[in-house]
């Protein structure tokens, strides 16, 4: 336990919760982390990054304006990134760039992220992946002494999605050996890029190359934007901040053009491909399919982090839900603690199942692709489609139900949610944003039904299919699959669903081109169908690997810290079975008692769960500094802390604002 | 058409959109408006109030530092309340003061809402209903002319649904014939009154009366707070701004307590009780249901502003999606319009309906309270419950799934919706809290399946119920109702869904009253269930209302009208027929072919509807002013007006910012 926590009066409600708790929480801070050893490794990151109180704002962040919220963001940036430089990096290891501890211990530091944060994290890790050795020598060095800051710039103004279609062109001109950078419309601009609108002095662009009258497609280069001595932009590029967003608004998310900007042939990207001096593109050859390496990992981190907000948010509620008291329903006595109604427990026990679902199927979709790189470098890639199926499906539900969940929390903290000093807001803007970029929700899971309408196709062939759709073959006979509600038959009924609703997606496409149709035509009319069969496959996935994963990680534990983790992932079993009543009717035996049953069982275990709720959230183990949360801080001074925060607002800081003599005075006095 | 509209030069794709269109928008308009007068009268207010421009700031709201935002809010209130008082209040007299249009047109005047809302919105009101006319011929002048401005302050920072637990006291002393005013706890702490941080000078204050040693409960106090010439709060008065909130950050939400603070005894609103001089209570002889009404007519505004915030979002994502083309699904086809495909049609289309579900469903509320308003002067108080119940589900639903469209439609605009400047994020963070206030949605649920529950009992016991529960007598049978896909009959199988699910839970109740617990108990360990069934039951009649009115509504219109209009309404009813499968396929004969047919149904309807798509978003007829979006405007300049907004953030003053100079060149020249 931290020393913060211990420093304080803690509200005695939750004090009595805690006395209640009946596991031992570090086991589960164990299993949340992935581990003892990863536990011990973030709490002692924690430690260095933290206790300097150098993340700590006098004023909230909320309070100030733009460009002093930007300011206070580059000062924390420094002052971080020698933290990290210094003293983390010599823990870790390079890896820990993209270290979900990393991303934790930032979010004592920036409320709504730093502007260096695509420098470490994206722009670094494309040096190292999309450099030669040699070009590799030449910036990394710089990059990670933080000499030069960099940005990675793709998505345009009118171009996101759909990478082929981007505008911006790099020509080469083999009179000089440069690149002419060029953006030939509005829509060509750069737009979104992080820490790129008044940060970055480099950047990485995505530029379709053209070289000999020929265009190949689009690659990365990186090219100087501004002066390192003055900071001004070069003559002929055009960058700033893309204006005001629902959240990452220290981000310093940028736009860029150019107009024909010169930049020289060496900082082409050139490991996957050249252009050599006299303008010949070379293609190196290498396995394409090692691309997805970094998408997968993305992924695998927006899963991850979509976990770990989502616990904060749970942590945040439960503990607000522990302290506050609410109504009457009984006359004579005491106003309950909220979360002894069912309809709260409702709301938040199935928050706090979701972020243990999500982090144990982030850790096994990296370990999972761990191996197919292993495979990889043998020269097998037959598992990659799977595992793009896998990590596209899953980055869409993960932040989707993650960002949800967090509303879901938010509404069950009543109006105090809706204050910025709860941390609910903030946390749901993150989130939110992560089911748009890197993929956005609908089209991600548009790509995971491509490659499960092929797999029900070589089912329907006699093929046989790797491991994750293999359940697949439940759709070749149409009879309902039989209900049974133990973990694995609900399990095996949701892969019925899937494999029923993939099949009839199949069946629709054909009928579509009965009528004359193409194919692409006629996927297009089934693509609704289509975005709900690839979520039922995806939870299918994550039923059996949260269930799989929870027996296997709570093996070598204790009884009750086995007994509630089996509850929650019960829990998120049932919930799910409730949620998608309609289609286990369709697709499985189960009746109408036995809908009823399954539904007294999910009460039965809100009751269960309950008095270790608190405990539940108190091992997901967030310093009160990384929180930020007056409604979920240790102590459950909630009433204390929302006051306390208000008093730090400008608008509170004389009894009158210059608006009363300005304006409401003669208001009043009929003279305006 | 609005000048605005037609002095640009509008997207080549909108134009095209708007000739396909087949129907006559102006018809629409007057259906979403609630009749050709009211449109009328809108565009002339709306025209009085814009067409002076002095609703356009140089600046965006959001790129102001709080205090300047405020400053700038109370500027335009102070513009926009002799606007009001001086020409609008002559054309639609004192009740427009919760006239929708004057929201509507305020909106575009306030990104935030004003400091001065509810001064108009809940101080005014809260003086007719609740002072005698003695006490009205004192405070009503004053403060239509805003020589007071007044806030109204019942929450309390540890107390908001449950008022009966308000902890602020209201001691008469007959001494001196005073109330004395005392907070005796920080959870006591009046919290979140809009108005109140720094604008009012006065405040209406509920507080828990006590005369000669005995409570007679919360009862409302007239106080001023605020010396009328300083500013300054009174001695005893601790007065101040709340600190940021996810929205409303214009509207001056504040805290109050009171530190044994007096006011004369003539400051008690004494309409519906009185103390005399010598501290004897006394209360009036009144139908305490005629209190209902104010509870009522707030609902019922939140109906409708919930279906005018969906319009706004609706018509924003809607237009953005005609305006931008995305991904190539066939080789050497240009990009299409992001509108042409299925799952956007998916996401939007359902929002324009629910906008005029809602609508609809607010205005047939509105007279039907009328109706019983009638009654009640006639001495008939039975149709109370009733509207009780109905405009309590009806604000849960409303507002719950407004909030969850509006976030849909951001979705559906992919990363441009986190701007700012598309509007969407704060037309969210407005009505999400809507969902809240007033009635929180769980608890407002449970209000419904109170009444639900116990019509269920009386027609178990034989007797007669209200219309708006008399299906409930489909439950008196345990078959299943048949289904069949007309409107009717969708309808028909909702009420039977409602009816079943509120039986169940009565039975559920009596079952945990067997095992010895209380009502109440039993009633708890059942809301989970119950919220669900006042749900299907709010459905039913959302469905019920929508397809008769929209049917009478259109009787005379043209045949386009009348079928378009159809359209939406049947999608409306599949839409949710889909949703609700599970319980459709529980409580009636819906088979799996059923399912797929209607399917199949909803997948042609968003082909039929997709022509006219952008005709029925210009339909509801929002001015650019009052949309303030740059993906929505009608002219559809989309990028251009990201770029025009993005350049007015104070991030983009200058080509280098501070930071550069003190953290950023210090860094990378390796001296910090």
Redesign the interface.
């Known amino acids: 336990m931290s020393t913060d926590k211990m420093s304080v009066k803690v509200n005695v409600d939750l004090q009595k919760e805690r006395q209640k708790c009946n596991f031992n929480i570090q086991e589960v801070t164990f299993i949340f982390d992935g581990g003892k050893e990863q536990t011990l490794q973030r709490k002692k990151i924690e430690d260095i990054a933290l206790n300097s109180g150098a993340s700590i704002d006098s004023i909230?962040e909320?309070?100030?304006?733009?460009?002093?919220r930007?300011?206070n963001a580059?000062?924390k940036?420094?002052i971080y990134?020698?933290i990290v430089k210094n003293e983390i990096l010599e823990i870790t290891g390079l890896e820990a760039l993209g270290n979900p501890v990393l991303r934790r211990t930032a979010d004592a530091f920036f409320k709504e992220i730093s502007p260096f944060m695509l420098h470490l994290g994206m722009f670094v890790p494309t040096i190292i992946g999309q450099c030669t050795e040699e070009q590799q020598a030449k910036w990394l060095p710089r990059a990670l002494?933080?000499?030069?800051?960099g940005a990675y710039a793709q998505?345009e103004?009118?171009?996101?999605?759909?990478i082929?279609?981007l505008e911006t062109t790099a020509t080469y001109d083999p009179e000089t050996e440069e690149f002419v950078l060029h953006s030939p419309t509005?829509?060509s601009?750069k737009?979104?890029a992080g820490g790129l609108?008044?940060?970055a002095?480099h950047c990485i662009v995505v530029a379709q190359l053209y070289t000999k009258g020929q265009c190949h497609g689009t690659h990365p280069f990186i090219v100087p934007i501004r002066d390192?001595e003055?900071?001004?932009?070069f003559p002929g590029v055009k960058v700033?901040?893309?204006?005001?967003?629902?959240?990452f608004n220290t981000a310093?998310n940028g736009?860029l053009s150019f107009n024909h900007y010169r930049i020289p042939r060496e900082n082409m990207m050139m490991k996957n491909a050249k252009v050599l001096k006299d303008g010949t593109y070379v293609k190196v050859a290498r396995h394409e399919k090692l691309t997805y390496g970094t998408m997968v990992f993305v992924r695998v981190t927006l899963v991850k982090e979509a976990a770990i907000n989502l616990a904060k948010a749970a942590t945040i509620a439960v503990r607000y839900s522990a302290v506050?008291?609410?109504?009457?329903?009984?006359p004579d006595a005491p106003?309950p603690q909220i979360i002894d109604?069912?309809?709260q427990q409702?709301k938040l026990f199935i928050c706090i199942a979701t972020a243990h679902a999500l982090q144990i199927t982030g850790d096994w979709l990296w370990r999972t692709f761990k191996d197919v790189l292993a495979d990889m470098r043998g020269g097998n890639t037959d598992s990659l489609p799977e595992l793009h199926a896998l990590s596209s499906c899953l980055k869409a539900i993960s932040t989707s139900d993650s960002a949800a969940y967090i509303?879901q929390c938010r509404?069950a903290c009543?109006?105090h949610?809706?204050?910025?000093?709860s941390n609910l807001?903030l946390i749901y803007?993150f989130v939110?944003?992560t089911?748009?970029?890197e993929g956005?929700?609908?089209v991600l899971l548009?790509q995971t039904a491509r490659f499960l309408v092929k797999a029900w196709e070589q089912v329907e062939a006699g093929k046989s299919v790797t491991p994750t759709v293999s359940y697949l073959t439940l759709a070749a006979t149409k009879e309902k699959v039989l209900w049974n509600d133990f973990a694995e038959g609900i399990i095996r009924s949701f892969q019925a669903v899937a494999a029923r609703k993939i099949s009839a997606c199949a069946e629709t496409i054909k009928r579509h081109m009965k009528t004359g149709i193409?194919y692409?035509d006629a996927?297009?009319?089934t693509?609704?169908?289509l975005?709900s069969a690839a979520e039922s496959h995806c939870r299918s996935v994550i039923c059996q690997t949260y269930w799989n994963e929870i027996t296997r990680l709570t093996a070598s534990c204790s009884t009750n810290v086995k007994i509630v983790m089996e509850q929650l992932a019960t829990l998120y079993l049932i919930y799910w079975a409730l949620e998608?009543?309609?289609?286990?009717?369709?697709y499985s035996t189960i009746s109408?008692k036995d809908?009823?049953r399954l539904?007294e069982r999910?009460?039965e275990l809100?009751a269960l769960i309950r008095p270790n709720a608190v405990g539940l959230v108190d091992a997901f183990d967030f310093r009160d500094e990384i929180l930020r949360s007056t409604l979920g801080a240790y102590d459950g001074r909630v009433?204390?802390r929302?006051?306390e925060?208000?008093?730090?607002?400008?608008?509170?800081d004389g009894?009158?604002?210059?608006?009363?003599h300005?304006?409401?005075?003669?208001?009043?006095?009929?003279k305006?």
């Open positions: 909230p909320e309070c100030l304006g733009l460009k002093e930007y300011d580059v000062r940036s420094c990134s020698r002494e933080m000499q030069i800051i998505t103004l009118g171009h996101g999605t759909f082929r279609g509005l829509t601009y737009w979104w609108g008044n940060t002095n390192m003055t900071h001004e932009p700033g901040d893309v204006g005001v967003r629902m959240g310093d736009f506050r008291r609410q109504s009457q329903p009984k106003e109604y069912p309809t409702h509303e509404f009543g109006g949610g809706y204050m910025l000093s807001p803007s939110t944003a089911r748009t970029y956005d929700y609908t548009l193409c692409e996927w297009q009319l693509t609704v169908r975005v998608r009543s309609g289609d286990l009717l369709r109408e809908l009823n539904q999910y009460e809100l009433y204390e929302l006051m925060e208000a008093l730090k607002s400008p608008l509170n009894p009158v604002q210059a608006s009363f300005k304006y409401i005075k003669p208001l009043t006095k009929g305006l």
